[in-house]
């Protein structure tokens, strides 16, 4: 992680589909680095991210949910 200085949010891209128990490890494991190197920066978590599994997302420790086809696509979203 060297070079992120200045840097205040990591992306972590997910494969919209893809299964949380295969995200779950790496977000985790993003959390501890970023944990064990007391960095001030915001794990950010986009792809695949809806609100039957976001409460699992940040329990895995990303700060900041991206949601667009969760949001924009279903029938009861904001874009119909």
Same mark, same amino acid.
């Given at each position: 992680? =060297?070079? &992120? /200085?200045?840097?205040?949010? &990591?992306?972590?891209?997910?494969?919209? +589909?893809? =299964?949380?128990?295969?995200? !779950?490890?790496?977000?985790?494991?993003? !959390? !501890?680095? &970023?944990?064990?190197?007391?960095? #001030? /920066?915001?794990? =950010? %978590?986009? +792809?695949?991210?809806?609100?039957?599994?976001? !409460?699992?997302?940040?329990?895995?420790?990303?700060?900041?949910? /991206?949601?667009?086809? #969760? %949001?924009?696509?279903?029938? =009861?979203?904001?874009?119909?």
């Amino acid at each position: 992680m =060297e070079g &992120i /200085v200045g840097l205040h949010r &990591i992306p972590l891209r997910v494969t919209a +589909g893809k =299964e949380l128990r295969y995200t !779950r490890p790496k977000i985790a494991d993003m !959390r !501890r680095i &970023i944990d064990d190197r007391k960095l #001030s /920066v915001e794990l =950010e %978590v986009d +792809g695949g991210t809806n609100a039957d599994n976001a !409460r699992e997302i940040v329990k895995a420790g990303a700060d900041v949910l /991206v949601a667009g086809n #969760s %949001v924009f696509k279903p029938k =009861e979203g904001i874009g119909q």
